[in-house]
């Protein structure tokens, strides 16, 4: 096997994995894109610890680990976005303003809570 | 390492087999950051994880590859399908999923993408990794994560336990702030 095959392949799902995380406003969607680009480096360490056989395995044994922060960081996430939706009634990364340091009353009032 | 690497055509058995398991994998990839249905992108993202699992088993890493499919299509998928169900998301074609920058976005992802994959081929474009079966298995990928790596492995213990507690505290209705 190539090592360029995975890696291409990896760096091409890291991409899509950004651009998700760019252009969708659902946040959900955005945890998906996340979940996307951890795949991406997961398969990039089980590539090069394939090509330079590890005796400990470090390689794959940092892909479980990163699988189970992943699970962990899901987790995290999305009782974080049910917060969000119980105080704000929506999940739209985009009118979640409260942080931004624009002025009050800028046409994002109804966020505001 | 990079020793007697045969040229790129023809490909063999194994590298035809992860290709094809790749451009299933990015094709669905791109489904779930572009898809208009909610649900779908949730549905899309488990055609993803398990081609990927796919690609696992390919490079000879079968632990990995089962451990993919227990815990990221087992697990976290339907937690995300949780989320979805919870948040009253509009089940069905909705229009608001993309925000305004999607050309920005995509311009960033397709620089990205570009500036990689250049890099990495004009790097490891001569390294070969002769596949043999075995070496991702249970047995010494065990035996390596409680020899080796076990210190780790217990601090994920107590992150996770952590991230268990937080997730219960964040989701609960009745705990009140310090007054």
Redesign the interface.
Known sequence: ?????????S??????????V?????A??V???V??ML?AV??NL??F?????DR???G??L???V??????????G??????V??TRQT????RLRALSERAPGEADGEVRS | MTAQAPGFWPPSGPEIIFLLLGAVTLGSAVLVVTTRQLVHAALWLVVCFGALAGGYLVLTAEFVAWVQVLIYVGAVVVLLLFGIMLTRAPIGRSADLDSGNTWAAALVAVAMAAVLVTVLVSGFRMAYAPLDPGQGAAKPLGSSVFRTWVLPFEALSVLLLAALIGAIVLSRTDIKGRQ
């Open positions: 096997m190539h090592v360029v095959y995975p890696v291409v392949v760096a091409l799902l890291f991409s899509i994995g950004v651009y998700g760019l252009a969708r406003r659902n959900i969607l945890l998906m894109s979940e996307l795949n997961n398969l089980v590539a610890d394939v090509w330079l056989r400990l395995h470090g794959q044994v892909t479980l680990f699988i189970v922060i992943a699970a962990a960081e899901v987790g995290l999305l009782a974080i976005v049910l917060a939706f119980r999940i739209d990364v985009d």
